[in-house]
């Protein structure tokens, strides 16, 4: 009872910070924008923060875009090989998901200039000490001697990638809260200084433990496509054999009974939320269902029920895969479209910036 109430309120109130915050976008047409790197497999984070939401909001008749943002995905030491692989299989995973490019603008960040252009435009409004203070930075950098420049200004370019289609809604998981806040804080500085020009976009974050699926080997981090233990999260393209091994090894704590607790029992509780997810049940119906064993046999049934849940997702990427002409094809007409749209924006850009040049002064001074 205490969890629904605090699972309610809490959709209440993200409900009321979106619609209050709406007011300053009305002017925009509301348009969702949302992107995924491709430094790896697409893992149940992904999917259960992100993904899902981009799905459902594509299939309520929303105006979608999702980049595959490729560019992102250089800020640290990468292998081109395997960057290219990374970004077919995105793209095949993303359409296994339920991505319809009839209804989603499904695209490759790097084929759209615009990016890179207006990132360098709200690069020179933007100052140091505020990319600095981010916390991916900070997380990301901490071990690094020699840190890449495009770590530091990666956020400016996520805060291009959303404005460049005047983006008005941002669905993501809980993570990405501060580089939306960063997106919120450059349009509103350009507005100021250059005129009216972009809407405030909002994050859009599911009011759940979705919106941080955590670690299964520490359930005090989230889970993540850079841990280097594979074992610390479900990838949508395990198999049951990696499933089964990585859920059995999945941090709980001494007590054998299966309770939601998500503060006290953070561990039990993730797989729990991950179950309720894959098998479409409530978290009372599960505790309630699991009353008689003990978290190792509860492990099994997550399992199961993880593979069960991925194997029709999985047939499909295989298929996406063996046709990568459809993929090339998804992808540029996907391109095709974001580019339109980026350019009108751009031009916009570039006369409030001063970047074009007056004609009509320009014929004068021909006329002299
Ligand atoms: P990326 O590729 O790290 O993650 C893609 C999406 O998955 C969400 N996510 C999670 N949600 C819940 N629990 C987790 N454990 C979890 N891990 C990841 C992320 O919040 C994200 O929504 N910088 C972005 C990609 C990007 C972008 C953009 C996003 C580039 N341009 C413009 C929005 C708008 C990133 O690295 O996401």
Redesign the pocket.
Known sequence: MTILKGRLLQECLSKLYYSSKNTESNRYPKKI???????GA??????????SQWVKLQDQGEDVMI?I?DL?SMTLPHDPRQLSRNIQEIAATLLSCGINPEKTILFQ?SKVPVHTQLSWCLGCICTMPRLAHLP?YKEKSKDLKDIPLGLFV??V???A??LAYK?TH???????IQ??QL?QDLARMFNKRFGETFPIPHAL??GTE??????LRDPAK?????DTDSKS?ICLTDNITDIQRNIKKAVTDFTSEVTYEPDKRPGISNLINIHSFVANKSVDEICREAKNINTGEYKLIVSNALAEFLKPIQDKITHYLSDTVLLADVLEQGREKANDIATKNWNEVQCKLGLNMDVKLANRIKNI
């Open positions: 924008f949302s992107g995924i790197q491709p430094t697409i893992h149940l984070g992904n999917y259960l923060g992100a993904i980049s943002a992102h960040q991916q990666y956020p370019l996520q805060a990638d959303i983006g941002v669905p993501v998981g809980e993570d990405q580089q939306i997106t974050v599911t979705f919106a941080k699926l955590r670690s989230k889970m993540s496509k850079s999260r």
